[in-house]
């Protein structure tokens, strides 16, 4: 009998796999796609989660892979309203890592695959799972056939749409945002360099960060109304119109147009099986603390699974993790509202008060250095 099955094979997944396999701990991860993603969303890595990534010796890798954003600016109108530095958010890493989504996962599956070469079944489809009192029975399908897997516990981090979550009637309520965005990785043809940039304008929000490779991501709010084709095209032209940086639509490297939810469970626990990541809690990607919300749930619940397979963890303690991680995510639903709200479009009256509150506010250093540790998840 295993001990763990893990399914999702997505970062969070393989996180916790890899550090269960560090202390010991037969693992088996049960990932529904044949192959690692190509399209990469998540793109960064805050200092809390950094440090987790440590713990499974991925984190220098991904530094030397990364760019290091150690500043944001806030623009309105083409004139400088703001900017946080994160030098004092993090003794180790007083940065937020910009990275591919797609390269921490290959990180994190060769590291899984060093500990052990079987733990990672690809192709795999969970099709059941099933709480048995003394052991957790997963059935899965894969080209092999059906076949049902035994583990002392199991922990779901198949995503936002978990259907571990729905067979295990997890309440969940689900709550719908109007916000829209376009957003896309092109030529960095900016003076930024690793500098983060928000663009603070009447018709919406602009964000743009650097990635590695001298490319640039950019995400806008589209406007409320109307057709808005996701297109490369139509995202340079929002940027331009919106900041006036010209932005070459033939380097567009990728492009996602996405809509805005937010989830958060009852219950993370259910006896033997624990949600964690976007299956427990679903929130908006502005801000981008979703990925390293689910890190920080596997760095906290693996203490605890180990303890149980000891016959040492107790029920009190589950709770206490249940708790705190709710609260965690509750908290990063909040700011994401709040970073949402700050990019919706304004009559030219309001964005002009609404830019000079934030001026004056980025100029008084405890709420400078509160905003910075807030955005960076201390």
């Known amino acids: 009998m295993i001990d763990v099955v893990v399914v999702g094979g997505g970062p969070v997944g393989l996180y916790l796999a890899a550090l269960l396999l560090q202390s010991g701990v037969t ?4 990932e529904r796609r044949t192959e690692p993603g190509t399209h990469s969303r998540a793109g960064g890595i805050h200092p809390p989660a950094l440090e987790a ?3 499974v010796g991925v984190a220098a890798g991904l530094v030397s892979d990364g760019v290091r954003i150690r500043r ?12 946080m530095s994160f030098d004092a958010v993090s003794a180790n890493y007083p940065f937020v890592l910009s990275v591919p989504q797609t390269r921490t996962e290959a990180a994190l599956e060769r590291r899984v695959q060093e500990l052990d070469g079987a733990a990672l079944l690809r192709g795999a489809t969970v099709t059941g799972i099933y709480d048995e009192g003394s052991a957790v029975a997963v059935d899965t399908l894969t080209a092999a056939g059906e076949s049902r897997i035994h583990a ?9 749409r978990s259907t571990v979550r729905q067979w295990l009637g997890a309440p969940a309520p689900l709550k719908v945002y109007p916000d829209r965005y376009l957003m896309g990785d092109f030529a960095d043809s900016t003076a930024f360099g690793p500098d983060a940039a928000l663009f603070l304008e009447a018709p919406g929000i602009v964000e743009s960060f650097p990635l590695p490779g001298g490319v640039r991501r950019w995400v806008a709010r589209l406007p409320g109304t109307g057709p808005h084709a996701p297109t490369a095209g ?11 940086i010209p932005v070459d639509a033939g380097t567009n490297s990728m492009l996602s147009s996405f809509g805005v ?7 993370m626990i259910h006896g033997r099986i624990s949600l964690i990541g976007d299956a427990a809690h679903q929130i908006s ?22 303890g149980r397979l000891a016959g040492a963890a107790r029920e009190i303690d589950f709770g206490g993790f249940e708790r705190h991680r709710l609260q965690a995510a509750a908290k990063a ?37 509160r905003v910075a540790a807030r955005f960076t998840m201390h």
Do not use: F
């Open 27 to 30: 693992v088996r991860v049960l």
């Open 72 to 83: 944001g600016v806030a623009i309105g109108g083409g004139v400088e309203l703001a900017e």
């Open 261 to 267: 939810r937010s989830r958060l469970v009852k219950r």
């Open 234 to 244: 139509s995202l340079a032209r929002i940027v331009r119109e919106r900041t006036g």
């Open 152 to 160: 002392s516990l199991a922990v779901a981090a198949d995503g936002g």
């Open 333 to 369: 639903v909040r700011q994401s509202e709040i970073n949402m709200a700050l990019g919706r479009p304004l009559p030219r009256p309001l964005w002009n008060i609404r830019n000079r509150l934030i001026t004056g506010a980025a100029g008084m250093p405890a709420i400078n250095s």
């Open 285 to 306: 990607p502005i801000g981008g603390q979703g990925m390293n919300l689910g890190w920080l749930d596997a760095a906290e619940l693996a203490p605890l699974i180990l």
């Open 53 to 55: 990534l440590d713990g």
